[in-house]
């Protein structure tokens, strides 16, 4: 089993910047395939990105490509969102996910077994 903790939300303003992290616990993070999914406000949760368990496949929604960048530490347990040229439409709570087995074209919530509480970014325009 997995926990994971996200961090790094906040406001902002378009056109910056921001890095979420997710920090997990438990065994064998290393295998396990993870995402971030976000969802707007009163709107279904979407992807957003995924990488695999070695950190060198990613999988991006068209909407977020050439502007964020996920990335993984196994030494450390982390895996992190790094947020550019943010605009009003990337508003949302951001979730990272964890999946035993999946791999990182999976892009449904369904295919995601652990998930963490949740972070809030914001983006004033």
């Known amino acids: 089993q997995v926990q994971l903790v996200e961090s790094g939300g906040g406001l902002v303003q378009a056109g910056g910047s921001l890095r979420l992290s997710c920090a997990a616990s438990g065994r064998r993070f290393s295998t396990y395939t993870m995402g971030w999914f976000r969802q707007p406000p009163e709107k279904e949760r979407e992807f957003v990105a995924s990488i695999n368990w070695g950190g060198g496949s990613t999988y991006y929604a068209d909407s977020v490509k050439g502007r964020f960048t996920i990335s993984r530490d196994n030494g450390k347990n982390t895996v992190s969102l790094t947020m550019s040229n943010l605009k009003p439409e990337d508003t949302a709570v951001y979730y990272c996910?964890?999946?035993?087995?999946?791999?990182?074209?999976?892009?449904?919530?369904?295919?995601?077994?652990?998930w963490g509480q949740g972070t809030q970014v914001t983006v004033s325009s």
């Open positions: 996910a964890a999946s035993w087995g999946g791999t990182y074209y999976d892009t449904i919530p369904e295919k995601y077994d652990y």
